[in-house]
């Protein structure tokens, strides 16, 4: 048969495969496209008023106003006070006031076109469940398997998330998770002390935005506690196992030595975080009340790529407490070692998973069964200087497991906080024994090592599908035939998945640093260069890199081939996300889908690339 004869045909074929491409793109947005928030901000509770201060007033500022117009131009006294040293970045300013004027000064602030937003301050506070604990006598190691604290046994609650599993999969890779409550135990200051079960743990950027300071210390006991879940030091022979090993935790005080801070600093402790790389923010605080302060925070948080995870709360309500119940947030409810939901979380519509939070609790409601609690190292309540292990109970301690979890999922280079929830939600497994409904389990009980592999191998295998497809498409338009074989599908497979089935072979060995590299595209390699905190930077998810290999083994011809496959693979890799938005293109600005654009036009770049490889 003639090249001109076998024209048609080749065209034909090539046709197809193209529609074929253009399908699966469409098919991909469809399935993976996060389902939306449902939540939506409440009125103020009437039964939350006690809790407003009314003595200080929020004004948020929009960006190009500044106090002294404000204090000038009202024409009344009011001075605003920077309430934690953010203000120049956050906007958000504290003025304290006569209550008897408060209304009359909230009305003619909102009528201000400088001003965004003008309310009462409110006081949050941990819930008397979580002001208590039961303590455990720590115990010599004796199961020389993995992990090997010798505590580990009565942590019941790390393995109803399938944390065995787990810890054989991924460690966090250094994700920054931004923990807002009493502060850690993390540093000798004053008279607070390292907890033991907390040294080797990297901590950044702390900040005490109670007393205005970049000391975050643990007075209290609640916040050590919380880190613990999430990243309790592993496998170290003493004290207990967290579920993230490798993160970095970002201490953030919000809370004081009695447990209680504002809406203010809470709000600015929000902001810090997604300005000082936090990918997941843990708050294990909450009231009944709402803020448009505070939600403002948390959408503000949500847009920068921050995952962000609340205590539902724990008044046996049938309604999410603030701010979990803001859009933006991931509100987790609480189960007991049975998984059954606790007799103190809060549930209804808004609950999107629930984790263990534990009971401490006898059947004559005495606090003696520090088995049924959450065990990790913390301070004694109160006392700074002692230590100890604690078990404690409250959707406070429920959580940290379901941050630590997004944590992992960060890790594997799903950065974009919808997605995250998303594979959370869809990885979630429904309770043994116990009636699911979602009003109380959400979309059921955070499973880890389902999450991991979701974010890992399940993407991977979309990936190296449209891979493939692409490659056909390619080979079937080029103008003459030429013997591609295993050189150019191995080239696709690096480029557009790695080795992404890794996981489910070898679990034990896919998180070895180059084994872990290897089970991800070519771009997605940012991982391991910079980071998760990096991931997505414009010049990895790019054309780049298949670029210059190609200008340096073009003279080799039997190079091309594999050349060819990697530009397909890496085209591939860049119009899954572009079209799946797992995480954001650095140094593309966010705006009119220009990071989906950058995208689209490097993959098309990269098909070009590809067809010059496979010239004769």
Not at 526 to 554: E, Q, R
Not at 555 to 571: E, Y
């Amino acid at each position: 048969m003639t090249d001109e004869q076998e024209a048609p045909k080749k065209s034909g074929s090539s046709t197809i495969l193209w529609l074929l491409v253009a399908l699966a793109i469409v098919l991909l947005w469809w399935f993976f496209r996060p389902e939306g928030s449902h939540k939506v901000a409440q009125p103020l509770d009437a039964d939350a008023t006690a809790a407003i201060d009314r003595s200080d007033i929020l004004v948020d500022l929009k960006d190009d106003a500044t106090p002294a117009a404000i204090e000038r131009d009202l024409g009344i006294q009011l001075t605003l006070v920077d309430n934690s040293g953010e203000a120049a970045a956050t906007k958000l300013y504290r003025a304290h006031v006569d209550p008897a004027r408060e209304d009359e000064l909230i009305d003619a602030l909102s009528k201000r076109s400088d001003v965004e937003i003008a309310e009462p301050d409110s006081i949050m506070a941990l819930s008397p469940e979580d002001m208590q604990a039961v303590q455990v006598e720590e115990t010599k190691p004796t199961d020389p398997g993995y992990p090997n604290d010798p505590l580990y046994g009565k942590q019941w609650h790390m393995r109803q998330i399938g944390m065995p599993q787990a810890w054989k999969l991924a460690d966090g890779n250094g994700v920054v998770v931004a923990v807002l409550d009493t502060g850690v135990g993390f540093e000798d200051y004053k008279n607070m002390h390292v907890l033991p079960d907390l040294k080797g743990i990297t901590f950044v950027d702390p900040y005490d935005f109670v007393g205005n300071s970049k000391h975050a210390g643990d007075d209290h006991g609640h916040g050590s506690h919380v880190t613990g879940t999430i990243a309790q030091v592993t496998n170290n022979g003493i004290g207990v196992a967290g579920v993230a090993r490798n993160v970095k935790i970002m201490p953030l005080k919000v809370l004081s030595a009695s447990g209680s801070g504002s809406v203010a600093g809470i709000a600015d402790a929000i902001r810090f975080a997604a300005d000082h790389g936090a990918k997941v923010i843990n708050m294990s605080l909450g009231g009944a009340f709402p803020s448009r302060v505070l939600k403002k925070a948390v959408e503000y948080a949500h847009a920068k790529g921050v995952t962000v995870v609340c205590a539902a709360g724990n008044e046996s309500r049938g309604k999410v407490g603030y701010p979990a119940a803001y859009p933006g947030a991931v509100a987790v409810s609480a189960t007991q070692e049975d998984e059954a939901i606790t007799f103190y979380s809060n549930t209804g519509k808004d609950v999107d998973i629930a984790g263990p939070g534990g009971n401490t609790r006898d059947s004559s409601g005495g606090r003696n069964n520090p088995d049924g609690g959450v065990l990790q190292n913390t301070i004694v309540i109160g006392n700074p200087k002692e230590d100890g292990y604690f078990a404690f109970m409250g959707t406070s301690m429920a959580s940290p497991h379901v941050a630590g979890v997004a944590a992992l999922v960060v890790g594997e280079g799903v950065t974009n906080p919808d997605e995250v929830e998303q594979i959370l939600k869809d990885s979630a497994r429904k309770p043994k024994n116990q009636q699911y409904t979602a009003v109380k389990y959400g979309a059921g009980i955070v499973d880890a090592p389902a999450a991991i592999l979701k974010a890992r191998a399940e993407t991977g295998g979309f990936q190296f599908g449209l891979g493939l497809l692409l490659a056909g498409a390619v080979a079937a338009s080029t103008r003459k035939r030429i013997k591609l074989g295993a050189g150019y599908l191995a080239g696709t497979l690096v480029g557009a998945s790695g080795l992404f089935f890794l996981p489910y072979i070898f679990p034990s060995l896919s998180s070895a640093p180059a084994l872990y590299t290897l089970t991800h595209g070519l771009p997605s390699w940012d991982l391991s260069v910079l980071g998760p905190t990096g991931h997505g930077n414009a010049l990895f998810f790019s054309a780049l890199v298949p670029l210059v290999l190609l200008a340096v083994g073009y003279g080799f011809p039997k190079a091309r081939p594999v050349l060819a496959g990697l530009a397909v693979g890496v085209a591939a890799h860049l119009a899954f996300f572009a079209v799946v938005p797992m995480t954001a293109v650095h140094y593309v600005p966010a705006v009119f889908g220009l990071g989906a654009i950058w995208l689209a036009v490097n993959a098309i770049a990269c098909v070009g690339i590809a067809r010059m490889a496979l010239r004769r």
